[in-house]
């Protein structure tokens, strides 16, 4: 049995066989805190699951070999072979592979995270238009992953939760109105980032609204800013993020697993760590990247999960790790 070996931004075993995670209700726990690329089994006749880290360099070389030719790397449990999937708003899949397996799996990873990275690929593609819409859009979700994950950690019951955030979910205005109330009542200061200005509102606006062809030194001057912003708040939020995230992939676990039980379909989990990814800023990654440091390891690691970086800087480091899980299928030529 491989063993293993966390170290906040890396995991490693010792072989190919993953170790244990537990059942599904202690499956949020566990892959809240888990890094790089991950992949969950189901046990056979257990409903317990395993992780599998896969790190970001077999990810890239995959991809350059043409091995992954893929919207997500998804891989049959049964014989290991790659099926790409594009990807889905619920997070949640299904596919068969040629083996005739069936297989389901959910991808552990907040909504603004997806959306982030989708940005960043359409700002490195060149689409600035689109990378200003889904850089809005992340940082919308971000604000509701903010304020769902206060509510949580106070105590409030999901489906008033629910019912709340419903009430103001067509609004930004209101979302912005729940935000503002839920961090000056838990960190007792005014969240001046959330002024017109310091979100470039206007910018936004001109762009999705009115057309506005932006250049590229001003896209990437807008993602900046909110990186930052969003970066700083999941630090501030700190192990409160990691419950949250943990308690969203258990239940989305929990829901798709049963589905897949009743289905006759084998279960994973999927995770990996984009530009923003909330387990990069636990206290737990974050005193790993110190030690790591302090003890001069290895410097590419280093680099590409260092969250000392800049937006730009960021993008430059896991560029290809990124293009790597998000890679678009190769179009077909025209028939003739």
Not at 122 to 128: E, Q, R, S, V
Request: proline share 3%; net charge neutral; hydrophobic share 40%.
């Amino acid at each position: 049995m491989g063993t293993l070996s966390s170290s906040g931004s890396e995991a490693t075993y010792g072989d190919d066989c993953p170790s244990r995670l537990g059942n599904r209700a202690s499956l949020g726990q566990s892959l809240g805190t888990s890094t790089a690329v991950a992949r969950g089994r189901a046990n056979d006749g257990a409903k317990g699951y395993c992780l599998k880290m896969l790190k970001a360099d077999t990810v890239i070389n995959e991809a350059r070999t043409g091995e992954t030719d893929l919207d997500f790397p998804f891989t049959c449990l049964k014989c290991n072979t790659g099926n790409p999937q594009p990807y889905v708003d619920d997070g949640k899949y299904s596919f068969q592979c040629t083996c005739g397996t069936k297989n389901a799996a959910v991808l552990r990873k907040e909504k603004f995270e997806v959306l982030f990275d989708f940005g960043a690929l359409a700002f490195l593609d060149g689409y600035h238009r689109e990378a200003v819409a889904n850089f809005a859009a992340a940082f919308e979700r971000f604000l509701e992953f903010f304020v769902r994950t206060i509510w949580s950690e106070k105590g409030l019951d999901d489906a008033a939760i629910e019912r709340t955030w419903k009430l103001m979910a067509s609004q930004s205005e209101r979302q912005i109105g729940a935000f503002s109330a839920v961090y000056v009542s838990f960190f007792g200061e005014s969240p001046d980032f959330l002024k017109n200005e310091s979100l470039r509102v206007d910018f936004r606006n001109a762009v999705i609204h009115k057309g506005k062809i932006p250049t590229r030194e001003e896209v990437e001057k807008y993602a900046a800013n909110l990186f930052e912003i969003i970066k700083a708040q999941l630090m501030k939020l700190g192990a409160e993020a990691g419950r949250s995230l943990g308690r969203n992939a258990s239940v989305l676990a929990r829901e798709h697993g049963a589905w897949a039980d009743k289905n006759g379909h084998e279960f994973c989990v999927y995770a990996f760590d984009g530009l923003l990814g909330v387990a990069r800023f636990l206290p737990s990654s974050l005193e790993t990247e110190r030690e790591g440091e302090r003890m001069g390891g290895n410097q590419r690691r280093i680099e590409i999960y260092s969250t000392k970086l800049g937006f730009s800087a960021s993008l430059a480091a896991r560029r290809m790790f990124l293009e790597a899980c998000f890679a678009r299928p190769a179009i077909a030529p025209p028939s003739k």
